[in-house]
């Protein structure tokens, strides 16, 4: 160029020359112009505005919300995913079929050669599973075969690290990890929101569901269960801790249970959770109902009487006590000796239209919905008389899932105040806000100190550890065999409480027809079976929870006579 | 005059052609050291899943009960052993009968100096 300008100007005339060089001038102008605005972005965008991440984080929305594992109150991993991988094969792109089989069938020998084939020939096929979720080497062993057209995948595997403890509540996934019953279920389904809210933003990653489960007390309830079962040959057993303040279930134990790891699980009707998908007659327990009840009316005080020295006949009913006094109870009497008769005519004072009414207040006669999908009904009298009301009283023609008859209970002993139970985990502030009154905090007062009654000197002495202050009731209601009452099969329970005299956890046990063992001098009575389990289970986790214990100078006597009998024994 | 500019700028041009290139090349290496470092992570991540879930398996409360009934001599804790601290002076003679000699107090350090 610059060649080129000297030429110009040798040759040609002086005006041209200037013309030419004003033109380059113009382009050098141009030039630099364009080049000075391009240096100054340069400048702003690399040295003065500030590094910054692109805006709005890249929405990670690429896979399925990553499924959240699910830990106990405490932090224990009770579900979790690991990658696994999973074979596949592309049909179009093996060459040797018979060989590929041959091969593959050598190295996974649980792989039927037949079916494969049949699967591999299936024309214009380009994806079949080979084998899901397999080992590493079984991984390495098939993927070595160098066959064309196989490969993996890495998936996830959802493991239960805990196994058994708390299957049923937990729930499971199918082999596309979506949540089938459960707390896996709740995940996918009801509490998509509180799923989702586990996420943390722009990140592939959740935060554990926290369950308000604690393991400890969660073994502790199964391994007591399991050998109450087994020492009354009991055909299942149940049992629920339930934090009374707050509505959270501690420990949930439904057996017989079932391995949640394992490929086949196996369940079946017995599989399942009794706590919440089956209802029962609790029997006399029913009868702390209706006592709080006619307290909350009004209709009968602490020094009311009963007359049980007959049955009490209704039309053509006779209803009678089953460990007949035949005279004059007092109120507390009437409880601890769970006198039918007493109940009874209770109901009767109160009217049949304010029993259904209270029922429905304490939410007896709605169904009880936690997270857990998997909830039954409570079954009712469909009409309701004197009779009914009367029978009602007491817990027959009345069966309601056992969380349930717990959930009441505990509502009625810690001042009244009904929660909605929870299986994740809640603060008292949260529960606070959620309760509503359902009786009198003085109603209250008074079914505290029935139920401690009922311990000290009643049918649920056996469970009144030492120390803890626990109250209870027992109920043993006779099962419906083929339309009629049997006496020859009866479900045990127990519902109980402690430490009495602030309530923090109510529990029930349950032993569905437990036989009498010489142990029991022939008895299969709940006082005898569930109310012993219930004693050793809350011995072992009134430590766990935090209860401490209080002793009086009666129970130190007791104890050092305990401590004397053991010695000599 | 104008050679020396010219000289000048096509030295700058190979310059600045060189620099950048170096700084790509840079930029794809640290590139290809974060896509590491993120897998890395995530295989991390995974193995510690992998340890947390034994770890849970380990410690389940049915195994450790388990093996606390073949090695311990502990029992679950009884309410009357919670003492507390204002009535620990009228409680110390029962609490040192309850004491065993000397020979049993280290139970778990003989059964780790067995294993060792």
Known sequence: MTSATVSHSESAAASPVLAGQNRIRLLGLIFSV?????????????????????????????????????????????????????????????????????????????????????????????????????????RDTVFNLGIPGVAYVNERRRVYPQGRLAAQTLGYVDVDNRGIAGIERYLDDAGAIYTASLLEPGKDKAAPAELALDIRVQHALTDELQMAMTKFKAIAAGGIVMNVETGEIVALTSLPDYNPNAEEKKIGRDQQNRMLSGVYELGSVIKAVTFSMAFDYGVVTMESKFDARTPLVIGSARINDFHAQRRVLALPEVFTYSSNIGTAKMALEVGVERHKAFLERVGLLDKLTTEVPETARPLLPKRWGRLVSATAA?????????????????????????????????????????????????????????????ATDGSAAKADVIGYRVGGKTGTAEKVVNGRYSSLKSLATFIGAFPMEKPKYALIVMLDEPQATPETFGFATSGWNAVPTAGKIIARIAPILGIDPVFTAADREKLAKQAKEKKQG | MLKLANGVLVVTALVAGALLYALEHKTRGLEREIAVTKRAIADTDEDIKLLGAEWSS??????????????????????????????????????????KPDKEQDVIGDLLQKMQ
């Open chain 2, 58 to 99: 380990l410690t389940r409360p049915e195994r450790i009960q388990k093996l606390a009934a073949q090695n311990l001599q502990l029992a679950p804790a009884q309410a009357d052993q919670y003492v507390s601290l204002n009535e620990l002076q009228s409680r110390m003679e029962d609490i040192r009968a309850r004491v």
């Open chain 1, 394 to 454: 007491f817990g027959h023609g009345f069966a309601v899932q056992p969380l349930q008859g717990l959930n009441v209970v505990a509502g009625l002993l810690n001042g009244g105040k009904m929660l909605q139970p929870t299986f994740l985990k809640r603060s008292k502030e949260e529960a606070d806000v959620l309760a509503r009154q359902i009786v009198r905090e003085e109603t209250s007062a008074h079914m505290r100190e029935l139920f401690r009654l009922n």
């Open chain 1, 34 to 138: 364009v080049f000075f605005a391009i240096a100054t972005k340069l400048a702003i965008t690399s040295a003065i505005a500030p590094v910054s991440e692109p805006p709005g984080e890249v929405v990670a929305a690429a896979g399925r919300i990553p499924r959240p594992d699910i830990v106990d109150r405490n932090g224990n991993v009770l579900a979790t995913d690991v990658a696994v991988a999973s074979l596949y094969a592309d049909p179009r792109k093996i060459l040797d079929i018979d060989e590929a089989v041959e091969l593959i069938t050598a190295a996974l020998p649980d792989i039927d050669a037949k079916m494969l084939d049949t699967r591999l020939r299936q024309p214009g096929r380009a994806f079949i599973w080979l084998k899901r979720q397999v080992s590493p080497e079984e």
